[in-house]
């Protein structure tokens, strides 16, 4: 299955990024083959809605799994009713971030965490 | 003739100035600081009529979805998420702008509203007074600036005090501004921001001129930069402690003897230089 | 420490305590986050470190070649912005219906370029601000950036200090979440009280830290003493009360921090105010 870290660049020196909505890119890898590949943000650049975007292109790549350091309330909504599972994980290359999830035992991001900035989910979130 | 009063500055007296004219112009007043509206504390206006500010939002029909994702495509603002299982509205980041509903193709898209905000209206002096006011933890003020002057009359006097800043709250009133009038004080802060609004109006073709509270009788540092630009004073609002606790009080200081004279006068320049009915 | 001054009411004086604060912190990251009328930076002098062009909105832009004239962008669109295919740039809101029903996909949406976000090294530590176009939007997405890219340069002790702006919308909401502790500056008027009251409501929903100064306190004692009635009844601690003081307007004309007037009491307020203050950044720090 394919799963998704948040990082900071588009090639092999790029590291997990703690953010999820205006994180750079998106490495994208295989479980069963074990290959990597990026993409960047396009949601870096949205005015607003940043998580949601992200969470919307993860969907359309077809991913199952998210890590990610934090999820703000939107993107935790998106992800949560697409079925898709979030964990957290910390700071470290992307190939390490895809061996700790391949040994198992992260912590899954059970609710959204406060948004760290931005507009967070108004009076009816 | 709708005239609007406008800063760039927070807190130099645009709505003192707006209220103060409204009274002795016999113009209505509207207020479109929608954020934090504080004219009818001045004019304490009597019979006065609530109606909710509402936007619209998409509902899908979940029988005619085919779950496609056009529409959280073609919106701008991210409000629309497909998740595959059904289609995710985020209602403080909708504009209301139907987008969504352009794109759908099986025709599941139909509108229902929310309230963001309320619009009053009731009368004061013989003159009538409006205001929009926002819930508080909704985004967008607009929505309930632009509700609040479609109530604007088709050939009356109005002025409309506005919110402070030069961004997208100012621009939705200056939408039906045929003059304005920028308050300032004379300080460093004061002409820096009475700059950039004098740009916006330039920028618009907005004739205006400018009126200074808080005046030390002198003003140097915004005289000469009128005077160097072309721009005209139509008159000066003198500092005083008094005027400042009169002001905390809610009080009308063109009724405060002192006063009554600098406000006449700014009243009558805005006269002469705007084609007032 | 994230500490964000904001005010409801424009005018009460938040750069002011802003700029006094920063003063007594020494070396703070400073975030001019007042994007639509920016009056923190007139203070420092610097040498900008950094210059980015940021767009947050978008236009609708209609290519006059391929209009037939239709009206069809007319009839879709929610915001009176198009009279006889000309767009008003004050009403678009960069939707692009419009450009969705073009017969002859005669418009586009283009990026706005609203403003120049930078980074200004002064000499009493860095600032971060923008230079916004005219008319553009002062947009939660630019607070939002300025303050990221405070906390980029902020060095591990350090406090930031964010100057916001009036009101209760984007620009404020974007720069209060997330922060450590929202300091409300406030008058004791009438129109301040009613301001206060929404933006202390404000603070409550996005479930931030607030404490209150009151400035100018003196000029009215029956308004400052309700203020300090509603933020007992609702534990928001009243951090400072500062006199009216005329060493403030000096202060602002001489483009110095209140805190280079040693001898007035809007200095020996503004001090007490720092001792409250970082006893609630004590208590904010202990909780995470």
Redesign the interface.
Known sequence: MKIAFSCTGTDDTARTDPRFGRCEAFAVADTETQKIAYMQNA?QS?????G??A??QL??AGVKGVLTGNLGP?AF??LS???IKAYCIGEMSVPEALAAFMKGGLAPIGEAGNAHAG?R????? | MNVCILS?????GK?TVAVNLSVLLGADYFDC?V??P?GF?FLKPENVVSEESKV?YPVFDKQKCLLC?NC?G?C????L??????I?L????C?????CE??CKPGAISYAQ?TTGRIEKGEAHGNRCARGV?????????PVI?KLLGGLPENGNCLLDC???????V??A??FADAAVIVTEP???GL??ML?AA??LE??GIPFGVVVNKSDGKDEIIESACTARCIPLFGRIPFS?MA??A????KLLANLPEYRAPFESIAQSIREAFAWN | MELTII??????GK?TVAVALSDLIQNAVKADCD???P?LY?YYKGEDVEREPFSAS?QAVVDETLCVDCGACES?C???AIAGHKI?P??C?????CA??CPQCAIT?DDQNDAQIVLTQTQKGMLSRAE?A???????KLVTLLRKNARRVRKAEEWIVADG??????PV?ASITGADLVLIVT??????L??FK?VA??CG?FNVQAAVCVN?FD??PE?TETIQTYCAERGIPVAGKIP?DEAV?RS??E?KPITAYKNSAAHEAVLELWGRLQEIARTVTGDT
């Open positions: 949601a949205a005015a607003g809605g940043a949601i975007a969470a919307q969907i359309d939107n909504r998106v009713e697409a079925g507009m989910g108004g009076p009816n979130a | 760039g500055k927070g807190g130099t709505t600081d954020e934090e504080n504390l619209d994702g959280a073609a701008e603002f991210h409000a998420a497909n998740t595959r299982q059904s995710l985020f209602p403080e980041l504009h209301g702008c139907h987008a352009l794109v929310r926002l819930n508080v933890g909704e985004s967008m003020a607009v632009r919110a402070p800043g030069t961004s997208c709250n621009t939705a200056l939408k300080t460093a802060f820096h921001d950039l740009e916006l920028t618009r402690r400042a606790e002001y905390s009080r809610g | 005010s409801g009411k424009g005018g009460t750069t994007v639509d009328a009056n007139l978008k879709v929610r915001f009176g008003d004050f009403a809101e960069g939707c692009g219906a969705l029903v949406l916004m005219v008319g553009s939007e002062g947009s939660g702006s009036p009101g209760v919308g984007c909401i008058e004791p008027t009438l129109s301040g009613e301001d929404r409501e404000l929903h100018k000029i009215n308004i009216f307007p602002i004309n483009l």
